[in-house]
């Protein structure tokens, strides 16, 4: 069973510093990874998928990298802002092809 | 809709009760999704949907719990006599429905069983 990993549970950073979250998964045999933003009492809002024959994803100030053979993804965050507050979850899509397996998540806290 | 919507946003039931959450996807979207998240932790696969069958059930936690979708669009997942350990956010997901696709979530419908 895919178990994944996110680290550190919780981070707290002054707006501007650039930050890494980091996944790691048990099973290196999986499709996709794609990293989620979730907001207090919200759903989850996709912001980068990377298939597994990829290595990176780029949207505007977030970066996210993908390392089958050691079973590790990054988000990177660049010049954060009090806005980027939230919790960031990522999840590996595994086994059959559609459920995904998700980390606890990181909840950010960005100060002004 | 342009997104994944779900009704109720909240319900608030007793212990014992039965109750509906309902899932509207995103408009041509063959698969979705159900997963459930308790506080604190990470969404976990319910079921899933090709279409109007369900391809996968295993993640239902028991026979309580029930999910439809007769016309190959909206669902229903039906909880029936309710326990405090429901209490949860229900999470319904759609996507294209070609392997690898990427979902995309609803709000969630808040549950709490009093």
């Known amino acids: 069973k895919q178990e994944v990993t996110q680290i550190p549970a919780a981070l707290s950073v002054p707006e501007g510093e650039n930050l890494v979250l980091n996944c790691s998964f048990t099973?290196?045999?999986?499709?996709?990874l794609q990293w989620f933003r979730q907001d207090p009492g919200k759903g989850l809002t996709s912001l980068l998928l990377i298939q597994s024959s990829q290595r990176e994803q780029t949207s505007g100030r977030l970066n996210a990298s993908l390392d089958k053979s050691s079973g590790r993804s990054t988000l990177y965050i660049a010049a954060s802002q009090p806005g980027d507050s939230a919790t960031y979850l990522c999840?590996?899509?595994?086994?059959?092809?559609?459920?995904?397996?998700f980390g606890k998540g990181t909840s950010l806290l960005v100060t002004p | 809709g342009a997104g994944v919507s779900q009704t109720p946003s909240n319900k608030v039931t007793e212990k014992g009760k039965y109750v509906e959450l309902r899932c509207d996807p995103i408009?041509?979207?063959?698969?979705l999704y159900w997963y459930r998240q308790s506080l604190g932790q990470g969404p976990e696969f319910l079921i899933y949907?090709?279409?109007?069958?369900?391809?996968?059930d295993s993640g239902l936690p028991n026979d309580r719990f029930f999910a439809v979708r007769p016309e190959g669009s909206v669902s229903t997942l039906k909880i029936q006599r309710t326990e405090r350990g429901d209490s949860a956010v229900y999470l319904c997901?759609?996507?294209?429905?070609?392997?690898?696709?990427?979902?995309?979530f609803g709000p969630g419908t808040r549950l709490t069983v009093l």
């Open positions: 408009s041509g979207h063959t698969a």
């Open positions: 999840a590996a899509l595994t086994g059959s092809g559609y459920a995904l397996n």
């Open positions: 949907f090709q279409g109007t069958g369900a391809a996968d």
């Open positions: 997901a759609s996507s294209p429905g070609l392997a690898n696709n990427e979902q995309f």
């Open positions: 099973d290196s045999a999986i499709y996709n």
